[in-house]
């Protein structure tokens, strides 16, 4: 199995040493890396002719899974943004601790949803199409940002999911939910403005006493698309950022499919 990895250096420092604390704040905000996903298209028969019709297919999403190394998954059936860089499509960056991960689950989908590509898994009959089939581990290392760019393979009418390891290619609109999360805090004139936090996801179905963790992620400056997996009924969000007081609140996973079309805006207030 195959580590894939891309190395871009970046310099952190802080300009004076003396103001330690000043110095421990940024560390805590830069502490997760930065990491982003492609894909290289693999003909596979009869889908060759596909190959050059990448742009045509309107891709918009990448549809995956990661597992940290002790089997936690980080981001559970998630759903990143495609960019389009003249003809090299990549996702805005994922936050991650720096350790070894695995991806489980990897799919291209266009902006019906529709999967459109994927990677087989390595027990499948169509594994060797792919030099690496799933799962894919990759390391995430301290001041680098990774780029792990799997081979996937066209989907179409004809295609049996089994053949990628998958028990259909609709499950995605079955199985999750979308919504959308901005942070605020304030800024000069009284106005609040966007900001970064970290975002603890927790969940739990009714019977369960405890809510279980199910990912930490990074939320940007901006409205944050965020993916919810119906296996459970209710979750506890958690956002946090230093220095200020920490947002928590539960929501059922009704009132969060509210959220693709009313973003949840949760406005920090500074610690006193």
């Known amino acids: 199995m195959k580590h894939l990895k891309f190395y871009y250096l ?15 704040e940024e560390e805590t905000l830069v502490k997760d890396q930065e990491v982003q996903f492609s894909f290289d298209v693999v003909s596979s028969g009869a889908n060759a002719g596909r190959m050059g019709a990448v742009e045509e297919e309107n891709i918009r999403y990448v549809y995956l ?3 940290d190394e002790t089997g936690n998954a980080v981001y559970a059936w998630h759903t990143a943004e495609l960019h389009k860089f003249g003809s ?3 996702t805005r960056p994922l936050l991650l601790k720096e350790g070894n991960y695995t991806i489980t689950n990897y799919a291209i989908m266009d902006s019906a949803r529709n999967f459109v590509y994927a990677t087989p898994r390595e027990d499948r009959n169509i594994s060797y199409l792919v030099k690496d089939p799933l799962p894919i ?24 999911p089994d053949d990628f390891g ?4 609709g499950f995605d609109q079955v199985d999750i939910v979308h919504g959308y999360i901005a942070v605020f805090i304030e800024g000069a004139y009284d106005r609040y403005i966007l900001t970064n936090a970290d975002l603890e996801i927790y969940a739990r179905d009714w019977q369960e006493p405890e809510y279980n963790f199910i990912k930490q992620r990074g939320l940007y400056e901006k409205n944050n ?11 506890k969000l958690r956002i946090k ?10 929501f059922s996973i009704t009132e969060l499919g509210h959220l693709s079309h009313r ?10």
């Open 225 to 235: 698309l965020v993916t919810f997996s119906r296996a459970y009924n209710q979750y």
């Open 10 to 24: 970046v310099g952190l420092s802080c300009v004076f040493p003396f103001i330690l604390s000043s110095c421990q």
């Open 137 to 160: 581990e990759f390391t995430v290392s301290k001041d680098d940002i990774t780029e792990v760019k799997p081979e996937v393979i066209p989907i179409d009418l004809s295609s049996d």
């Open 241 to 250: 950022r230093p220095g200020f007081k920490t947002y928590e609140n539960v």
């Open 166 to 169: 998958y028990a259909s290619f």
């Open 65 to 67: 899974t990661i597992k």
């Open 88 to 90: 090299h499509y990549i």
């Open 263 to 272: 973003p949840l805006q949760v406005y920090l207030q500074k610690e006193e």
